[in-house]
């Protein structure tokens, strides 16, 4: 008995280490969306979830986050495709990443500087005779500056899918007949539907969750679910609903991940 | 910032005699430090645990529960935990945030080390047994010195994810205590200052040094064998 017990006696921290900080805040999640603001058992806030308000913000979220999603995935696609072309690609792979070790707050300020209104961007559109105009706080702004962050996620498993591709099969297409458009339709974009797959999950989640860039960025124009789960945990203090927010984006999450993942590949 | 007339390391000077910042700057270092080297020890531990669960049922839901805090958003987590620690009434400041940081920082260790742990083959286990080692010799000995160069990455991991944590951070953190990331926020909220420029930019060289030294040690016991990592 006792060999048992000390055999298993390192294993604790990490059985603690679930218990309390895995398990223990979901349920504290699910079990706060049953209060109201005043603290009573209630409905309330799932009822309040589908009045028009909320559901309005939730499909402008999901647009956002589907906007951001495709428009990163137009660009990382042919990037990673051309770096799997060039010479030295695993210098250039490591220079699109480098700028995703840069903490998010110091680039989200960049951009700030940037698209400001004696910014960069607008020097620019005076000298092309444009004229300055208002780039910050516009949904032009955010996408722009979502896009940018969420693009070495991106490109790094797509990357990785194309990469992994033998180049005999695209000698065999050739050989068979086949034009580059129809390679890419039926060969490579097909082997490659697991990196777009998990890339997508990568960009998704996060996009939909996202609320640090909409205050800074587009200056609370956009209201992320994330943004909501903020506002009513640190702002209006209604952690009831705030909690069934946070609920709805488990779920929207497991819903999403179930969706577009075949098999779940390791981070 | 935009009358550009000469260079001046004046934000740089503005930057060292803000001391208010130098102390923040101070509680990140030791939160990320503190932070990484316990959830280390956590997490390798914790990789042994999985390791060394037979059933495939039971380590799938392991290894589940063990990601849950990795593809979570972090307003979620951040959220959740504000509950949790309310709750439990830890105070916010240092304790919940370092708290915090610990707790999502165990899974990437766990994932960092697991594979290295998988690879070892279970003969050198059974040959330290038979030649007469104890559990804690074989432990010491053979599998600590074996997956070091996980233990290496992930402390590394960890370190990243806990230095460049903002939101998590954000909910967490009570007032009167901040880390760099938080107070970069609250400072651009207001707008573009330059000192926050220059800090950025010795943020960044922070940044190139931490990439750089994690590089080398990971190339160092690449050469031992360290296969996977590109």
Known sequence: MKSKLSRNLYAIPYALWILIFVVAPIVLVLYYSFFDIEGNLSLTNYINFFTPVYLKMTLSSFWYAFLITAFTLLISYPTAFLLTKTKNKQLWLLLIIVPSWINLLLKAYAFLGIFGTYGTANSLLEVLGIGSKQILFTDFSFIFVSVYIFIPFMILPIFNALDEMSPTLLDAANDLGASAWTTFRRVIFPLTLDGVRSGCQVVFIPALSLFMLTRLISGNRVITLGTAIEQQFLVTQDWGMGSTIAVFLIIIMFVFVALTGSRKRGM | ?230
């Open chain 2, 1 to 230: 910032m935009y009358n550009f007339e000469s260079f001046t390391l004046d934000w740089y000077r503005e930057l060292f005699s803000d001391t208010r910042l130098l102390i923040i700057v101070l509680n990140t270092v030791v939160v990320a430090l503190l932070s990484a080297l316990i959830s280390t020890i956590i997490g390798v531990l914790g990789a042994i645990a999985i390791k060394s669960v037979k059933g495939r049922r039971s380590k799938n839901t392991l290894l589940s529960l063990n990601s849950v805090l990795i593809v979570s958003p972090d307003v979620i987590i951040g959220a959740s935990f504000l509950i949790l620690f309310t709750m439990a009434g830890v105070k916010l400041g240092f304790y919940s945030v370092l708290l915090s940081h610990i707790a999502f920082s165990v899974p990437i260790v766990v994932l960092m080390v697991l594979p290295k742990l998988m690879e070892m083959s279970p003969t050198l286990l059974d040959a330290a047994y038979d030649l007469g080692a104890s559990r804690w010799n074989v432990l010491t000995k053979v599998i600590i010195p074996y997956i070091t160069p996980g233990i290496f990455a992930g402390f590394f991991m960890a370190l990243t994810y806990s230095l460049d944590d903002f939101a998590v951070t954000f909910f967490v953190t009570g007032n009167g205590f901040s880390t760099l990331s938080v107070e970069i926020y609250s400072l651009a909220r207001r707008g573009v200052s330059l000192n926050i420029n220059a800090l950025s930019t010795l943020i960044f060289i922070a940044t190139i040094f931490l990439v750089i030294g994690y590089y080398f040690i990971t190339k160092q016991y690449s050469k031992s064998g360290m296969g996977g990592k590109k």
